[in-house]
């Protein structure tokens, strides 16, 4: 009982601190709220980008095309042979009578491929086999393998889409994202623990006299201390929700649009909410973080216990 | 009730108390006299572990306040009132608040509070004053409610450090008179002070020190320097 009592008293007196300075108070979230900002950002852009990676990443893969007269008997055999190397992960085959309907089907609105298509006698996709690398750098080997084979005389054509420049370039752009928001977010931090710290000083300043007379008439050293600490965390929630609600829209409506032009055609990134609460988490806990470093330093200097 | 034996102190270089031995028994009213600098107030700082002693020991019932830690200090000053030639009442708030200020630090609730305070000015006799603000208030008065604040955790010690100083003749008395009237009603009291009048009105014990020893104990006595 007695402990809630003092609780509540010690939140309401940090309450009245933050109210007291209002302006101070300001500048605290505001600093505070743009240290969160580039975070979320960092954070946003890394997702973001990976996602991208990993999406591009999936898709590239080694299609290899048979003549028209190669066996279905003899390809499978090419096949089976393929799978038992081990930088390989998978080989799909793919009839062509199965590319056909493929085709078919991802075309099926326009009337006049249908129509084109159904001109032919013959079936003009090839019987392909869709190999798949464990690696992403053992593509171009295993492409050169295949150019060097002994069946490469039944191979009509072997098509590798070397998505490796982009994935490259979206890698150092990942490694830029990590490396300039590292930077960014130390010197954001270190602005906000000093502007923090200036602004308890003050608050201790200003309260002294109150401070002097709670240890004359016996007040605990947290219950002097508290609304200190009390303050510096409001500071980080206020900023918290304020960052929340600003990158809330950027969330659920721009990062899809960035994944999009990033990877068209790709699995879009569709806002998951929980990496989004994973971020707002993660961005309360840093700021809660900094503000009791910055108090906690303050209080060490001015308050004498 | 308190014992000091042998009791050291240095400021920097300076020996503030050398040597001071004194035992005050429950419920006695004792003046600390001596000029400015001789040592009383490091005595009654001692008691309430503002500062360290270097050499020797106080005992205050059975704490050893050379061997209390810092963090039960809080729960002594609780059973110590204070009182200074400077006041140091909270000037935004009323003598109620005031008072109420010391209950709240150690965790009352508003119940006990609104029960308490009334009781304690009634006490110092600043019914009237309740809600008055420092700044409406007369020397005497704004000292009187700072005792009342000394008192709201029902101490069983009272330590008054030049609790006249910056008083008229008239403001002065009335203090003391309330000083022994706390003491009457059980209270210890120590009271720090230079001037003479005032404790030659006082009858009571009376220690008297100089540059930082003890020269003179009486009973019923009177200033001397």
């Known amino acids: 009982m007695k402990f809630f009592i003092s609780l509540l008293r010690i939140i309401k007196s940090g309450v009245m ?117 464990n690696n992403l750098e053992d593509y171009p080997a295993i492409a050169n393998m295949l150019e060097e084979s002994s069946y490469r ?23 830029f994202i990590i490396t300039f928001g590292l930077i960014l977010m130390v010197v954001f931090c270190l602005i906000a623990i000093l502007v923090i710290f200036n602004t308890i000083a003050l608050t201790i300043y200003n309260r002294r006299e109150e401070v002097e007379i709670m240890r004359l008439v016996g007040a605990t050293n947290w219950y002097i201390r508290g609304p200190f600490l009390v303050e510096a965390l409001t500071y980080s929630v206020i900023a918290a929700i304020i960052t929340s609600a600003l990158i809330l829209p950027i969330y659920f409506q721009m990062l899809p649009k960035i994944s999009n032009y990033l990877t068209p055609g790709a699995n879009i990134f569709s806002g998951d909410i929980k990496i989004f609460l994973g971020v707002i988490v993660v961005q309360l806990i840093i700021a809660f973080i900094l503000s009791a470093i910055s108090s906690l330093l303050a209080m060490r200097k001015y308050l004498r216990i | 009730m308190i014992e000091f034996k042998k009791v050291t102190k240095y400021y920097n270089n300076h020996k503030a108390l050398n040597n001071i031995n004194l035992h005050v028994k429950q419920g006695e009213f004792i003046s600390l006299v001596g000029m400015s600098g ?89 019914t009237h004053k309740t809600h008055n603000f420092p700044h409406e208030m007369s020397g005497g008065e704004k000292q009187r409610v700072a005792i009342a604040r000394s008192l709201a955790h029902r101490p069983v010690l009272l330590l008054a450090d ?27 009291v120590l009271l720090a002070t230079h001037a003479s009048d005032l404790v030659n009105k006082i009858k009571k014990r009376v220690i008297t020190i100089e540059g930082g020893q003890i020269t003179m104990e009486q009973e019923k006595g009177k200033y001397k320097l």
Do not use: C
């Open chain 2, 162 to 188: 030049e609790p006249t100083g910056n008083l008229d003749e008239i403001n002065a008395a009335e203090v003391i008179d309330l000083l022994l009237k706390i003491n009457e009603l059980g209270t210890t």
């Open chain 1, 153 to 175: 005389d039944l191979i009509q054509e072997i098509n590798f889409e070397d998505n490796r420049i982009i994935i490259e370039r979206l890698n150092s752009l990942l490694t």
């Open chain 1, 17 to 133: 601190n933050l109210r007291r300075n209002i302006w101070l108070a300001a500048a605290s979230t505001l600093i505070m709220t743009i240290t969160l900002i580039i975070l979320s950002v960092m954070t946003l852009l890394f997702i973001i980008t990976s996602y991208s990676v990993q999406s591009i990443q999936e898709r590239v893969d080694i299609s290899t095309y048979f003549k028209s007269d190669v066996s279905e008997a003899r390809i499978l055999v090419i096949r089976d042979e393929l799978q038992g190397d081990s930088r390989i992960a998978s080989v799909n085959y793919v009839s062509s009578a199965e590319a056909r309907q493929n085709f078919e089907e991802n075309n099926r609105d326009d009337q006049l491929i249908i129509d084109s298509l159904n001109e032919l006698t013959d079936n003009p996709f090839p019987s392909t086999l869709q190999i798949k690398a």
């Open chain 2, 38 to 126: 001789a040592g009383k107030s490091t005595m009654l700082k001692l008691l309430v572990g503002e500062e360290q002693l270097d050499d020797g020991s106080i005992l205050i019932d059975d704490i050893d306040m050379t061997k209390i830690r810092k963090s039960d200090l809080p729960y002594l000053r609780r059973k110590i009132g204070v009182v200074f030639q400077d006041i140091k009442l909270l000037p935004k708030r009323t003598a109620f608040e005031n008072v109420a200020f010391a209950m709240e630090v150690s965790g009352h609730t508003k119940e006990q509070i609104n029960k308490d305070v009334p009781r304690i000015l009634e006490l110092v006799g600043l």
